[in-house]
């Protein structure tokens, strides 16, 4: 594939996912979910009335910055409401979501580029990310968790960018912690991204050192203050590009722990920090470390992860599956030509021939697949660091790796980064908190699709073919949900696939 087409795929995938997003995006003239939050809180910056949330500030900035801009253009003001305390349009409130989370899908796909430097599998990873259903939703509404993965992704992909520029790491490793700043200053879970380029770090600095010690050769924990600078291990974009054997991620120990310590510690925590300002200015009720108790506190307060506390609450073990989505709205209608019910309880049984429903749920095939594929690379890494140890009748790791195998280890560690944690949270939970992790699932399949293509044996190019295909058909199947469009009894009953759906 040409650079010109893989810019033209790129391109494609930006302009799909901003359609999704976009298409329609004024229906239901009221606030659907947390918008009595979000978009409320967002006009109370404008307003300066002073609030307290249950996270930190930049989401509910953002959200501010879209009402200001959205209110100063001429178009999409058909409709308004007073439900955030000012007379808006929910265009207003909403539109930034949808431009900012169609880049997602592009960020996706950088991050799979810089890991291998095959397009395909670039074009392939964002384009499945563009048919999630729950993105889609997600960006479509006045909420933030778009922007914890929106900035966490982009903290990642800069980092990886570091390691590919030698002259110019400084600049991308500064950008990166400013990013992952900004993923933390949106909700606290933000801080998954980083721990997880935290742990490839310190794996690649372990691996390393067991290898030279078990070799007899010079320990490298003196080096970690003293980045290497050698021809030999300093690789470059173009030497990258030109020998695709050569892994992006060995390059992990040329960052030094200094650099990490203030690329990544300092700069994050005080961009963490500065963002507090603004609001800490406008509600002086609690300062900066009296406002993170009482976050803390509420957090606390939201009790058991059961239905009891909440009909959609969902451990974590449900999520990768799917079991318990979410409905973010459910109204119905006697026809397509009622006006759109946006007030009121449902009509009763019999009555609503026309069903309105917003479901938080992602592409099931995208999920299934997605954690097959996650499981597969866990497989492939057990079979990659047993084979050694088998042969030689003790431990051992490999000396090197190829892309393929630092691929699945950079996914399978920051899939688990951003899962496991939520084993032992107690409160009530939600699949969108499932986001942060199933990311790396969607890069995962794409992987798996892109070596099934290229295979040399048909029935794989088949399997490729035809789980591309069920991706694709899921999303034309389940887009009534994700954007609202009204549906039949009948044809809501076929999405619900399971009752726990419901």
Same mark, same amino acid.
């Given at each position: 594939?040409?650079?010109?087409?893989?810019?033209?795929?790129?391109?494609?995938?930006?302009?799909?996912?901003?359609?999704?997003?976009?298409?329609?995006?004024?229906?239901?003239?009221?606030?659907?979910?947390?918008?009595?939050?979000?978009?409320?809180?967002?006009?109370?910056?404008?307003?300066?009335?002073?609030?307290?949330?249950?996270?930190?500030?930049?989401?509910?900035?953002?959200?501010?910055?879209?009402?200001?801009?959205?209110?100063?253009?001429?178009?999409?003001?058909?409709?308004?409401?007073?439900? +955030?305390? /000012?007379?808006? *349009?929910?265009?207003?409130?909403?539109?930034?979501?949808?431009? $900012?989370?169609?880049? !997602? %899908? &592009?960020?996706?796909?950088?991050?799979?580029?810089?890991?291998?430097?095959?397009?395909?599998?670039?074009?392939?990873?964002?384009?499945?990310?563009?048919?999630?259903?729950?993105?889609?939703?997600?960006?479509?509404?006045?909420?933030?968790?778009?922007?914890?993965?929106?900035?966490?992704?982009?903290?990642?992909?800069?980092?990886?960018?570091?390691?590919?520029?030698?002259?110019?790491?400084?600049?991308?490793?500064?950008?990166?912690?400013?990013?992952?700043?900004?993923?933390?200053?949106?909700?606290?879970?933000?801080?998954?991204?980083?721990?997880?380029?935290?742990?490839?770090?310190?794996?690649?600095?372990?691996?390393?050192?067991?290898?030279?010690?078990?070799?007899?050769?010079?320990?490298?924990?003196?080096?970690?203050? +003293?980045? /290497?600078?050698? *021809?030999?291990?300093?690789?470059?974009?173009?030497?990258?590009? $030109?020998?695709?054997? !050569? %892994? &992006?991620?060995?390059?992990?120990?040329?960052?030094?722990?200094?650099?990490?310590?203030?690329?990544?510690?300092?700069?994050?925590?005080?961009?963490?920090?500065?963002?507090?300002?603004?609001?800490?200015?406008?509600?002086?009720?609690?300062?900066?470390?009296?406002?993170?108790?009482?976050?803390?506190?509420?957090?606390?307060?939201?009790?058991?992860?059961?239905?009891?506390?909440?009909?959609?609450?969902?451990?974590?073990?449900?999520?990768?599956?799917?079991?318990?989505?979410?409905?973010?709205?459910?109204?119905?209608?006697?026809?397509?030509?009622?006006?759109?019910?946006?007030?009121?309880?449902?009509?009763?049984?019999?009555?609503?021939?026309?069903?309105?429903?917003?479901?938080?749920?992602?592409?099931?095939?995208?999920?299934?697949?997605?954690?097959?594929?996650?499981?597969?690379?866990?497989?492939?890494?057990?079979?990659?660091?047993?084979?050694?140890?088998?042969?030689?009748?003790?431990?051992?790791?490999?000396?090197?790796?190829?892309?393929?195998?630092?691929?699945?280890?950079?996914?399978?560690?920051?899939?688990?980064?951003?899962?496991?944690?939520?084993?032992?949270?107690?409160?009530?939970?939600?699949?969108?908190?499932?986001?942060?992790?199933?990311?790396?699932?969607?890069?995962?399949?794409?992987?798996?699709?892109?070596?099934?293509?290229?295979?040399?044996?048909?029935?794989?190019?088949?399997?490729?073919?035809?789980?591309?295909?069920?991706?694709?058909?899921?999303?034309?199947?389940?887009?009534?949900?994700?954007?609202?469009?009204?549906?039949?009894?009948?044809?809501?009953?076929?999405?619900?696939?399971?009752?726990?759906?419901?």
């Amino acid at each position: 594939m040409t650079k010109k087409w893989f810019q033209i795929g790129l391109a494609g995938i930006f302009l799909f996912s901003l359609a999704l997003r976009f298409w329609g995006l004024g229906r239901f003239n009221t606030l659907v979910f947390d918008e009595v939050y979000y978009a409320k809180f967002g006009n109370d910056y404008l307003t300066h009335v002073p609030f307290f949330d249950g996270h930190p500030p930049l989401g509910k900035y953002m959200i501010a910055v879209g009402i200001w801009l959205g209110s100063h253009v001429p178009f999409g003001q058909d409709t308004v409401n007073g439900l +955030t305390g /000012s007379l808006l *349009s929910p265009w207003s409130y909403r539109w930034i979501n949808a431009f $900012s989370g169609s880049f !997602i %899908p &592009l960020i996706i796909a950088g991050i799979a580029y810089q890991l291998s430097y095959r397009r395909s599998f670039a074009l392939l990873a964002g384009f499945f990310t563009a048919c999630d259903g729950i993105f889609i939703v997600e960006s479509r509404y006045a909420l933030i968790n778009i922007y914890i993965v929106l900035f966490g992704l982009l903290g990642q992909w800069l980092f990886l960018v570091a390691l590919a520029n030698y002259k110019q790491r400084h600049i991308y490793l500064a950008l990166a912690g400013i990013a992952f700043g900004a993923s933390i200053a949106t909700k606290w879970n933000g801080l998954f991204f980083l721990i997880g380029i935290y742990l490839i770090w310190i794996i690649n600095w372990v691996w390393q050192w067991i290898i030279k010690a078990t070799s007899q050769t010079t320990n490298v924990i003196d080096d970690l203050f +003293t980045s /290497s600078k050698s *021809s030999s291990t300093i690789a470059s974009v173009s030497e990258l590009q $030109s020998t695709a054997k !050569i %892994p &992006l991620l060995q390059n992990l120990t040329q960052i030094n722990i200094l650099q990490i310590a203030f690329f990544l510690g300092i700069i994050p925590l005080t961009i963490y920090s500065l963002i507090w300002i603004p609001h800490l200015q406008l509600d002086t009720k609690y300062g900066f470390i009296e406002v993170h108790k009482q976050i803390l506190e509420f957090h606390e307060r939201l009790g058991g992860n059961n239905a009891k506390v909440h009909p959609y609450c969902a451990a974590w073990y449900k999520w990768p599956l799917m079991t318990r989505p979410m409905a973010y709205y459910y109204q119905t209608a006697r026809s397509v030509t009622d006006p759109l019910p946006v007030f009121g309880p449902t009509l009763p049984p019999g009555a609503g021939k026309v069903i309105y429903d917003v479901h938080a749920m992602g592409n099931p095939f995208l999920w299934w697949f997605g954690a097959a594929a996650i499981l597969f690379l866990i497989g492939m890494l057990v079979i990659q660091l047993a084979i050694p140890s088998v042969k030689q009748k003790r431990f051992s790791l490999p000396t090197t790796l190829d892309v393929d195998t630092w691929i699945a280890l950079y996914l399978v560690v920051n899939y688990a980064t951003n899962l496991v944690p939520w084993i032992k949270v107690t409160r009530c939970a939600f699949i969108y908190h499932y986001m942060t992790a199933v990311v790396f699932t969607f890069l995962a399949i794409a992987w798996f699709v892109d070596r099934c293509l290229y295979s040399y044996y048909r029935p794989l190019r088949a399997l490729g073919i035809t789980i591309s295909f069920l991706i694709v058909l899921a999303l034309v199947f389940w887009i009534p949900v994700y954007l609202g469009l009204p549906l039949s009894p009948e044809g809501y009953k076929a999405r619900m696939w399971f009752n726990s759906w419901i």
